[in-house]
């Protein structure tokens, strides 16, 4: 099918804004995952936690109206499941893989418990509407793209020169590297493992909060494990991004650009219906290829997993 | 002796007529009812429709239901098809194409327990396992002549799950029906390849939107996300599998629902007469399983619904042809 070179190019914009929407959420929940990590912890339960900040704004912003009111409940959310998940893993050193899936099937089934007694028939609630920055909003073919988007994703992406600064700049972020690399040492030279082990999960989990808040007010809507399984995705795309946020974000951005693009090709029947659930798969597949080269490349975090027992 | 014979042959008989399937469920005793499916009983879609034609029923019947909900893990819906059967239930739903497989082991296990399962047409050859489908075909080419003839752009677009079963008839017949009307209309099709990935049905049905769709439908769970984009934009949207209009009063502007009760009762009169399965069941347009509800607060041009009736007359009368057999 011929295009008008114009039209093409709308739909080059479409799809590109398309894929830094997809991205949003797993960016979010990446940075978060990628912070517990750096710290030397696991959370399999990023899934389960997303999907309680999502009910948790969803019904804040069903009761108040206000959109703000539903993102600060879903970091709140998050906030409390990184103290408890803190708690089980630092202080009774559970197995981290398991724990994480323990909080990945709470947050499952709890989710969809609450929104059955509290809510019931899915109820749409008005979503963020696309900024309208000054000057920028207006540009050609670059403003649809990149700045026509709702409040969430801008959150999303400035955390990522936030989290390199503190990761890279700060004594907080020597201190969370230093832990996830080699606790014994940091303990030694007067670091507590466990104060920042516990924050950096405290606050991975509020992001993950966050990302579930963020998709369910962007989707203006709830239902029954509305994360899909996003949650794991962010984990594998931590391994992609080599544990950094500038790679995490690229991770995300890849991740959803592939989704958008498949999907724009399937509406336009350049990927046949045939090949459509093939299709499907790419952005996965793609993940998995990058995966392998990140794992000859990078090493992840030396006491990834691994508990720390002073003088153990 | 004679008398001592009758008296055994009455006992044995009466024992016979308490035991049997038909006397229990005649008899006033609670037909026990669990239904299997894949998405929250209150999905305004697949899952809902069911549970809404069993509770249609429950006015007439007395029926104990149970519902295990949420189960698009198939061995997670396998275990409670084998949990339900075990504790003797009378009818076992499992209510999604997926459930095929894991029924077909386990319905011969259960000799006596009445299975249904859908949308399929497939009974295995079982004695105990029936099928139902919706003639989904059918309201999706109603729908789709009316998305035609609302277009002003010329291009609806149709967001599916994956192209199977129901979700599959519907949408072929949405787009057979838009061409109908308008031959040269853009019908475009994406199966985002998931029933449960909300937020990339609101991506897809932002790509039609951007590709020049002014009027959308889609069906499965998933379409919740996709119906929050077209509200964004005032885009028309057409539902399917339950009514729609409460997602989104200024956008919806029919939906096509599932009345499962016609099939369900048919399926528990034949239990009554001692026939657990071995049937295959459908619900269409002509036997009112099928139902258009048009949304009263849409605006709707009257020479588009009368397109749509039209449509539905032909349907009835056999002079329009779905692909449905």
New interface residues.
């Given amino acids: 099918m011929m295009m008008s070179d114009s039209f093409a190019v ?2 080059i914009v ?2 590109i804004a ?1 894929g830094i ?2 991205a949003t ?1 797993f960016l979010l929940a990446s940075l978060g995952e990628a912070l517990g990590q750096r710290s030397g912890v696991l959370n399999l339960g990023v899934d389960g936690v997303m999907l309680l900040g999502a009910f948790g704004a969803y019904y804040t912003v069903l009761q108040s109206n206000n959109l703000y009111y539903g993102l600060l409940v879903g970091i709140a959310i998050g906030l409390l499941i990184g103290v408890f998940y803190a708690f089980i893993t630092l202080n009774l050193q559970a197995e981290q893989g398991v724990s994480g899936i323990g909080i990945y099937l709470f947050g499952l089934g709890m989710s ?1 418990l609450l ?2 007694k509290f809510v ?5 609630i008005l ?1 963020f ?1 696309p900024l309208d920055i000054p000057v920028l909003s207006g540009l050609p073919v670059v403003g649809e793209m990149l700045f026509q988007h709702s409040i969430i994703v801008y959150i999303a992406f400035g955390l990522v020169p936030v989290m390199s600064f503190v990761l890279y700049r700060t004594t907080y972020g020597l201190n969370i590297r230093a832990i996830g690399e080699n606790p014994e040492a940091a303990d030694s030279l007067g670091v507590s493992v466990m104060a920042t082990r516990y924050s950096a999960i405290i606050i991975g989990n509020g992001l993950a909060g966050l990302a579930g808040a963020a ?1 369910a007010i ?4 709830f ?4 994360t ?1 399984a ?1 949650g794991f995705i962010a984990i594998a795309l931590v391994y992609f991004g080599a544990w950094s946020p500038k790679g995490v974000m690229i991770g995300s951005l890849v991740f959803g650009l592939v ?2 693009i498949v ?2 090709c ?4 350049v990927i046949p ?1 045939s090949a ?2 093939l ?3 790419a952005p996965a597949i793609i993940t998995i290829l990058a995966l392998v080269v990140v794992a000859k490349r990078f090493k992840q975090p030396s006491a990834l997993t691994k508990p720390y027992v002073r003088g153990g | 002796m004679m008398k001592k014979f009758n008296l055994s042959l009455s006992a044995l008989l009466l024992a016979l007529f308490l035991l049997s399937p038909s006397a229990l469920l005649a008899s006033g005793k609670a037909l026990r009812v669990a239904i299997i499916a894949p998405s929250a009983q209150n999905d305004l879609a697949f899952t809902q429709s069911i549970v809404d034609g069993i509770n249609a029923i429950k006015k007439d019947r007395d029926i104990e239901l149970a519902i295990t909900d949420g189960t698009f893990v198939v061995e997670d819906a396998a275990a409670a098809i084998r949990d339900y059967a075990k504790k003797g239930y009378d009818l076992v739903i499992a209510h999604g194409s997926q459930y095929g497989g894991s029924l077909k082991e386990i319905a011969p296990d259960f000799p006596d327990t009445a299975f249904a399962w859908g949308t399929s047409a497939d009974t295995f050859g079982l004695p105990n396992v029936s099928s139902y489908e919706a003639a989904s075909d059918q309201g999706g080419y109603v729908m789709g002549v009316m998305a035609a003839a609302m277009s002003k752009k010329g291009g609806v677009g149709v967001i599916g799950p994956i192209e199977v079963g129901d979700a599959k008839l519907y949408v072929d017949g949405f787009v057979m029906g838009a061409k109908a009307q308008n031959p040269k209309i853009r019908a475009k099709v994406n199966y985002i390849g998931s029933f449960s990935d909300v937020a990339l049905a609101a991506e897809a049905a932002r790509a039609h939107m951007a590709a020049g769709a002014d009027v959308l439908t889609g069906t499965a769970q998933m379409v919740v996300g996709a119906i929050g984009a077209a509200r964004a934009k005032r885009v028309a949207w057409f539902g399917t599998q339950a009514n729609q209009t409460e997602l989104a009063p200024e956008i919806v502007v029919a939906s096509q629902v599932y009345k499962w009760e016609v099939i369900l009762k048919k399926i528990i009169a034949d239990m009554d007469n001692g026939v657990k399965g071995g049937k295959m069941y459908d619900i269409n347009l002509a036997n009112n399983g099928i139902v258009i509800e048009f949304n009263d607060a849409y605006k709707l041009d009257p020479a588009v619904k009368e397109a749509g009736m039209k449509a539905i007359a032909g349907i009835k009368d056999g002079s329009i042809v779905t692909s449905h057999k």
């Fill in positions: 709308m739909i479409a799809t398309s929407r997809l959420p969809d929104f059955q019931g028939t899915p109820r749409p979503p509407m998709l962007e989707l203006g809507i239902q029954q494990n509305l899909n996003m989704q958008a999907l724009q399937k509406t336009f029947g219906r459509s659930d299709a499907a798969m």
